[in-house]
C-alpha cells in the first residue's frame, strides 16, 4: 500500500498543478501497476474468453461499494470545474468521515465551496455532481447531493439515462437502451468484435499483488470515419490472479449524435482491508453536452482511506 500512501502524501502539490492545465487532468497520472510482460496464454491455460466471462457477469466489484457500509472511513472528495477555455471556474472540496458505527452518521471535517457552484436555487451547478451520486448512490452516501431520489424507476428520463452509465461502469459489455446508441455498448458481440482488439498481460499492482491487465481497444487501423462511430474507445479491467477479483477499472468513452455529445474517462481502484476488497480511489474527467441541459466540464478524484472494520457488521 506504499503507493497509495505517496499519492495521499502528494495530492497538495498534484492540484496545486492540476488547476494550471489544460488538458486537465489524466487518472493514470498515479500509476499502481508495473505491467511485467505479455501472457503465454497456453501455459496459463487462460484465453480472452475467460476474461470476457470475468467482466460481463462479475458482481462483486460493486459489491465492494456496497461492503463499505460496514467500515468506519475517511473520504476526501475533489470535483473541478471548468470552462469553456477548461480554465477552473468552480471547486469543491470534502473531507468527511463516515461512521459506521451503530447508526450511520457523516461527520464534515472539511467542507469548501468556491467559484461558479450553486445555481439560485440553492442546487449545484453541476448536472455531472448529481449523476455521480446517483451512479454510486446504492453503494454508500457520496455526500455531494443531500436529498437525492431513490433509484426506485420512478425517476424519469434523468435516472434512466444515469443508471445505463451505472451499467456501462459496472457490467461493460452489456447492452443498454439509449436511443442512437444501442448496441454499440456490446464491445464483445460479434459484430462488435471486428472493431476491437482484445488482449491481457501480467503485472504487479500496489507494489505486491500479481495481476492479470485485461484490456480492450479500439483497432487502431480503422478509419476515422469508423472510429468515431465506435463509442468506448478502452476499456482496462485489473484481476487479481490469485483469485481473479477484480481489483480496478478503466473506461474511455466517446461518443457525439443528435442526443448526446460526451468525451468520459473514469478510474476506479480496490485495495484489500482484511478479508474485504474496498475502494480507495475513484477518478473523473468529462466533458457532457445533455439535452436541456448546460455543457459541463469537470474532474473528479475521490479518495478513501483509514478503514476500521465495525464490530458486528
Do not use: C
Not at 501472457?39 to 474468453?49: Q, R, S
Not at 448536472?127 to 433509484?151: L, Q, R
Not at 442512437?180 to 460479434?190: L, N, P, R, V
Request: charged residues 30%; without cysteine; hydrophobic residues 35%.
Amino acid at each position: 500500500m506504499k503507493k497509495v500512501f505517496l499519492f495521499l502524501l502528494l495530492i497538495p502539490l498534484f492540484y496545486k498543478g492540476f488547476a494550471q492545465e489544460i488538458n486537465r487532468f489524466n487518472p493514470d497520472t498515479i500509476k499502481t501497476i508495473v505491467l511485467d510482460s505479455a501472457v503465454n496464454i497456453k501455459a496459463e491455460k487462460l484465453n480472452v474468453e475467460t476474461f470476457i466471462r470475468k467482466v460481463m457477469y462479475d458482481t462483486s466489484f460493486y459489491q465492494s461499494f456496497r461492503d463499505m457500509k460496514r467500515y468506519t472511513f475517511i473520504a476526501e472528495n475533489r470535483i473541478y470545474s471548468y470552462d469553456k477555455k477548461n480554465k477552473v471556474d468552480g471547486k469543491i472540496y470534502r473531507k468527511i468521515r463516515h461512521n459506521n458505527s451503530g447508526h450511520y452518521k457523516m461527520e464534515y471535517l472539511v467542507k469548501q465551496d468556491t467559484g461558479k457552484i450553486y445555481k439560485k436555487n440553492g442546487k449545484y451547478q453541476l448536472y455531472t455532481v448529481e449523476m455521480f451520486d446517483y451512479i454510486f448512490m446504492n453503494a454508500y452516501n457520496t455526500d455531494f447531493v443531500p436529498n437525492a431520489p431513490n433509484p426506485d424507476g420512478k425517476g424519469g428520463t434523468n435516472e434512466s439515462y444515469k443508471d445505463k452509465l451505472k451499467t456501462l461502469i459496472f457490467n461493460p459489455g452489456r447492452p443498454v437502451k439509449v436511443p442512437f446508441i444501442g448496441s454499440k455498448t456490446e464491445i464483445f458481440s460479434a459484430n462488435m468484435r471486428q472493431y476491437y482488439d482484445y488482449g491481457f498481460t501480467s503485472g504487479t499492482y500496489l507494489d505486491s499483488i500479481p495481476v492479470y491487465r485485461f484490456k480492450v481497444s479500439v483497432k487502431p487501423d480503422l478509419s476515422s470515419w469508423t472510429k468515431d462511430g465506435i463509442m468506448i474507445k478502452e476499456l482496462v479491467t485489473i484481476f487479481d490472479k490469485r483469485n481473479f477479483n477484480i481489483l480496478g477499472r478503466y473506461v474511455d468513452m466517446k461518443y457525439s449524435n443528435m442526443l448526446f455529445d460526451f468525451d468520459v474517462q473514469m478510474n476506479i481502484e480496490m485495495g484489500y482491508f482484511g478479508e474485504d476488497k474496498l475502494p480507495t480511489k475513484i477518478t473523473y474527467q468529462g466533458n457532457w453536452d445533455y439535452p436541456f441541459k448546460k455543457e459541463e466540464r469537470a474532474s473528479f478524484l475521490i479518495v478513501h482511506k483509514d478503514y476500521k472494520l465495525e464490530k458486528g457488521k
